[in-house]
């Protein structure tokens, strides 16, 4: 037989990984090319779908009701995983007694509806409709057992909150008055429901683990105040913070980048790996406020909802966690020419959302021009 080369063989073990190698480096070039691409506008609340390939976008809603039931859920769009514009609705119940019944669907594009206006989602047995102001939430399964149906009135338009208007969105509708119904299995009629509900939606052009590292928020009601909290670390060592109260869902006082000191213990039965303060405080020449977490009700790893495979790859770059707690709050903000003083005092939830497991706490607390302060006492509560 001839010797010599083999015409058309296949290429060794080493060439197909340098191929590999080089396809990867070209795809993750083509990813962060693609991410710089701004999103279209859109209306209110409405979903941006964006096309870039890391792009994402979520509604979060926060109810807590006065038979001391919790609701906590979430529609996801994600490019990030199977595909482009998957679809996900998760999220949970919390009875008075601390147990917790989840649900969640996950869809890809084609297998989940949103109407042209991008403002009613319907993903697996979830839906979300934002297209009035009337909002409605609805979650109707028999096969899980579960059938819950709220509504809540938005007053007016949501506020930006933009923590970085130019890579990281949000807008906010304040806690408002909510009523429904909930039925789990076992029981034997719904359950009705009245409290409040609090709205956030937040997209972004570049996976979240990329810029935030953590983002506190508490969102509080009494009678005739809402109120949103946040503070967000980004990756890069920047700090943001806001502090939105309102009245009718109007805002009657803002402030920007005002210090936020987080002190005390960490919060039971809590993680070692994602601790949260039980004190949060804040102290400017013009508003003093003070948020005291009570018991955590749920801790939730927001990759849960990602295909196993999938979920295995997120996981590089990202081990997230997030966490849902009780606090009562007390604002007090003084009076000036334009404005009469105002002072709210009630029981909100605070949320922490992790992108990491924490090396470092988030000290020295934010000095007002949003750089590092310099390690002041945290503020008494006012």
């Not at 359950?191 to 996976?207: C, I, K, N, P, Q």
């Not at 909290?229 to 805002?251: C, M, Q, W, Y």
């Not at 039980?278 to 990759?303: C, G, K």
Request: net charge positive.
């Amino acid at each position: 037989m001839p010797c010599g080369p083999r015409i058309g063989r296949r290429p060794g073990r080493r060439s197909l990984h340098v191929r590999r190698a080089v396809r990867l480096v070209l795809a993750v070039v083509a990813v962060r090319a693609a991410a710089q691409t701004p999103a279209p506008t859109a209306p209110e609340l409405a979903a941006r779908l964006s096309d870039a390939p890391a792009a994402m976008e979520y509604w979060d809603l926060t109810g807590q009701f006065r038979t001391g039931h919790r609701l906590f859920a979430r529609f996801l769009i994600t490019n990030e995983g199977p595909g482009s514009h998957t679809g996900a609705a998760v999220g949970h119940v919390v009875l008075p007694t601390g147990a917790i019944t989840p649900f969640k669907w996950g869809r890809t594009h084609a297998d989940w509806s949103i109407s042209p206006d991008g403002r009613r989602l319907k993903i697996g047995k979830a839906v979300l409709d934002i297209s009035n102001a009337a909002t409605v939430f609805d979650v109707d399964t028999d096969k899980h057992g579960i059938k819950i149906h709220v509504e809540f009135t938005r007053p007016a338009a949501p506020i930006a909150a933009d923590p970085d208007p130019g890579a990281y969105r949000v807008e906010v509708v304040t806690p408002v008055p909510a009523r429904g119904t909930v039925w789990l299995r076992g029981m034997e009629a719904p359950v009705a429901v009245d409290g409040t509900m609090a709205l956030t939606h937040s997209w972004m052009e570049r996976s979240e683990a990329e810029i935030v590292r953590q983002r506190s928020e508490v969102l509080a009601a009494t009678e005739d105040v809402g109120l949103y909290l946040t503070d967000v670390a980004f990756v890069d060592g920047r700090r943001r913070s806001s502090l939105i109260v309102t009245r009718a869902g109007r805002v009657v006082h803002r402030a920007e980048d005002l210090p936020v000191a987080f002190a005390g213990t960490a919060t039971r039965p809590g993680d070692a790996r994602y601790p949260v303060a039980d004190t949060w405080d804040s102290r400017t020449a013009d508003v003093q406020f003070a948020a005291r977490l009570q018991r955590e009700w749920l801790r939730w790893n927001p990759l849960d909802i990602i295909p196993a495979p999938f979920r295995w790859v997120l996981a590089l770059k990202a081990q997230p966690q997030r966490v849902w707690a009780d606090a009562d709050v007390v604002l007090a903000v003084a009076a000036r020419p334009d404005r009469p003083a105002l002072t709210a005092r009630g029981t909100g939830v605070a949320v922490v959302t992790f992108q990491q497991p924490v090396k470092e706490p988030l000290t020295p607390p934010l000095s007002p021009q949003g750089s590092a302060g310099s390690g002041h006492a945290a503020p008494r509560a006012p």
